[in-house]
């Protein structure tokens, strides 16, 4: 499946800074030690609908992941698939009376044209799942080579019990791990499962649902399974960072990375795991499910896309907060401050805002401390102008390059 255009990202002088993040598994922000190429994983949409803030402000996250790595001199390897088989697709299709395929492809092309317009850095695969359902189901017929899978009327799943590291991405309880299990696409009260929290890794053919001929038969995968095969297929294990909303913490990267381990015997299945917050809006998390979204192609439609990425930028990515048309306003006065000061023939030295913003950016992605170094480059320019010449054209270089801004 294509990806989208990838915009020019200029080159900046100097040293860069090494890269701390969040890992999740860690519960503390260390530092990524990336070879020369750097391998991330993003989890991608399931494309029933369009392109929501929640969605822009993980990958906006993952984004500047890959920008400070650049900037470091990394190449950078970004995989990202697109569940573009999956219940909330075929419910969806069902109540809209339009086909599940043509639904799926509708989406996706709209999710490529919202990241192009956010100028969105993209992956190097961007995979569909109906492309490599051959290969999950190869990879699930290998783990229940390993003796870690049953069946169950025809389906096979993981057994929890033959996952020595489960728990260890999410840290959470078993009280907790099964309540969200439950409220995120897990089924615990199947009867006949093991264990309830033993997760569907191949769901075999139901009258009316689409179906795949493979080594199981005819069926198709489940959700986790078809992540662990992407990633291990385009990057391998132990790749760099498995990146996703926070809502994937658990039951997605964990179930991910015990089928990872499983079939590798390498552990961690990634280096790093980490998450991007949550976007609410009217009190309540952005979700499909409840409607309460707001899209991304509707915003850019009457705002410039690059005031909306400085909404986004203007927030912690592990933070959880609420949207509402007062960030917007704000960005937009922030965007036009920022482009009258580099329209300017001179302004005052810009060294050390270049060298702020990737301290700030290397500090597990301060976007709003890097916002604030060019805030104050532009209003002392602004204010009072300047006698360096190259300095407005450093500041529109490094916004580009670092934050993604084209001013």
Same mark, same amino acid.
Not at 88 to 94: C, K, S, V
Not at 227 to 242: E, H, S, Y
């Given at each position: 499946?294509?990806?989208?255009?990838?915009?020019?990202?200029?080159?900046?002088?100097?040293?860069s800074v090494?890269?701390?993040?969040?890992d999740?598994? #860690?519960?503390?922000v260390?530092?990524?030690?990336?070879?020369?190429?750097?391998?991330?994983?993003?989890?991608?949409?399931?494309?029933?609908?369009?392109?929501?803030?929640?969605?822009?402000n993980?990958?906006l #996250?993952f984004?500047?992941?890959?920008?400070?790595?650049?900037?470091?001199?990394?190449?950078v390897?970004?995989?990202?698939?697109?569940?573009?088989?999956?219940?909330?697709?075929?419910?969806?299709?069902?109540?809209?009376?339009?086909?599940?395929?043509?639904l799926?492809?509708?989406?996706i092309e709209?999710?490529?044209?919202?990241?192009?317009?956010?100028r969105?850095?993209?992956?190097?695969?961007?995979?569909?799942?109906?492309?490599?359902v051959?290969?999950?189901?190869?990879?699930?017929?290998q783990?229940?080579?390993?003796?870690?899978?049953?069946?169950?009327?025809?389906?096979?799943?993981?057994?929890?019990?033959?996952a020595?590291?489960?728990?260890?991405?999410?840290?959470y309880?078993?009280?907790?791990?099964l309540?969200?299990?439950?409220e995120?696409?897990?089924?615990?009260?199947?009867?006949?499962?093991?264990?309830?929290?033993d997760?569907l890794?191949?769901?075999?053919?139901?009258?009316?649902?689409?179906?795949?001929?493979s080594?199981?038969?005819?069926g198709r995968?489940?959700?986790?399974?078809e992540?662990?095969?992407?990633?291990?297929?385009?990057?391998?294990?132990?790749?760099?960072?498995?990146g996703?909303?926070?809502?994937?913490?658990?039951?997605?990267?964990?179930?991910?990375?015990?089928?990872?381990?499983?079939?590798?015997?390498?552990?961690p299945?990634?280096r790093f795991?980490?998450?991007?917050?949550?976007?609410?809006?009217?009190?309540?998390?952005?979700?499909?499910?409840?409607?309460?979204?707001?899209?991304?192609?509707?915003?850019?439609g009457?705002?410039?896309?690059?005031?909306?990425?400085l909404?986004?930028?203007?927030h912690?990515?592990?933070?959880?907060w609420?949207?509402?048309p007062?960030?917007?306003?704000?960005?937009?006065?922030?965007?036009?401050?920022w482009?009258?000061?580099? #329209?300017?023939?001179?302004?005052?030295?810009?060294?050390d805002?270049?060298?702020?913003?990737r301290?700030?950016?290397?500090?597990?992605?301060d976007?709003?401390?890097?916002l604030?170094?060019?805030?104050?480059?532009?209003?002392?320019?602004l204010?009072?102008?300047g006698?360096?010449t190259?300095?407005?054209?450093?500041?529109?270089?490094?916004?580009?390059?670092?934050?993604?801004?084209a001013?």
């Open positions: 499946m294509r990806s989208w255009p990838a915009p020019n990202v200029p080159k900046l002088p100097g040293q090494p890269l701390r993040l969040y999740t598994s #860690a519960k503390q260390r530092r990524t030690d990336p070879g020369p190429t750097a391998k991330m994983y993003v989890c991608g949409i399931t494309p029933y609908d369009a392109t929501h803030l929640g969605h822009a993980t990958y #996250a984004d500047l992941v890959g920008r400070v790595w650049r900037d470091g001199g990394h190449e390897h970004y995989t990202q698939n697109a569940t573009d088989v999956d219940d909330p697709l075929l419910e969806r299709a069902e109540q809209t009376g339009i086909d599940w395929q043509a799926a492809e509708r989406e709209l999710f490529r044209t919202d990241m192009e317009a956010l969105i850095l993209p992956p190097r695969e961007y995979v569909g799942v109906t492309e490599v051959g290969e999950v189901a190869d990879l699930i017929a783990l229940s080579a390993k003796g870690v899978t049953y069946e169950l009327d025809g389906d096979v799943y993981f057994s929890v019990s033959d020595p590291k489960f728990g260890q991405v999410s840290g309880s078993q009280a907790e791990m309540g969200l299990f439950a995120r696409g897990g089924d615990p009260d199947r009867p006949g499962k093991r264990d309830p929290l997760w890794l191949w769901r075999a053919e139901r009258p009316g649902e689409p179906a795949w001929d080594t199981l038969g005819r995968p489940g959700w986790h399974v992540c662990t095969q992407i990633a291990l297929a385009n990057l391998g294990p132990g790749f760099d960072v498995a996703g909303g926070s809502d994937l913490i658990f039951p997605h990267h964990e179930c991910g990375a015990s089928e990872g381990h499983a079939a590798t015997g390498e552990w299945f990634a795991y980490t998450h991007a917050g949550m976007v609410a809006l009217d009190g309540e998390k952005m979700s499909k499910s409840k409607g309460n979204l707001v899209f991304v192609s509707k915003l850019r009457a705002h410039d896309p690059m005031a909306i990425r909404v986004l930028l203007a912690h990515y592990r933070a959880d609420e949207y509402t007062d960030h917007l306003a704000a960005a937009e006065a922030r965007l036009a401050r482009r009258s000061a580099v #329209a300017l023939e001179a302004g005052p030295d810009a060294e805002v270049l060298a702020t913003v301290e700030r950016l290397a500090d597990d992605l976007a709003p401390g890097a604030a170094a060019i805030d104050a480059w532009a209003d002392r320019a204010a009072a102008g006698s360096d190259s300095a407005p054209d450093l500041v529109r270089d490094l916004a580009d390059a670092l934050l993604g801004v001013l």
